[in-house]
């Protein structure tokens, strides 16, 4: 959800569908979500700078251990 929020620019829609996949995947351990995080890391690249963006970033830098 949160990447076809990012596909369509909404940054607001997609942060928060990623904030919502980051607590299941903190809770479950789910590798496939983490997966999926990390490849909505790459729509978002162009907004990185954003606090929010740069925040996403930098907690799924830590769930994956980098």
């Known amino acids: 959800m949160a990447t ?3 596909q369509l620019g909404d940054l607001e829609g997609a942060i928060n569908a990623a904030s919502q996949a980051v ?3 903190q809770t479950t351990g789910s590798a496939r979500i ?3 995080l990390s490849r909505l890391q790459t729509h978002l690249e162009p907004f990185r700078k954003l606090v929010e963006i ?3 970033n930098r907690v799924v830098g830590t769930m ?3």
Do not use: D, H
Request: glycine residues 6%.
């Open 4 to 6: 076809a929020y990012a």
């Open 34 to 36: 983490l997966a999926e």
């Open 64 to 66: 994956k251990g980098t």
């Open 54 to 56: 740069a925040e996403f």
């Open 23 to 25: 607590s299941i995947a």
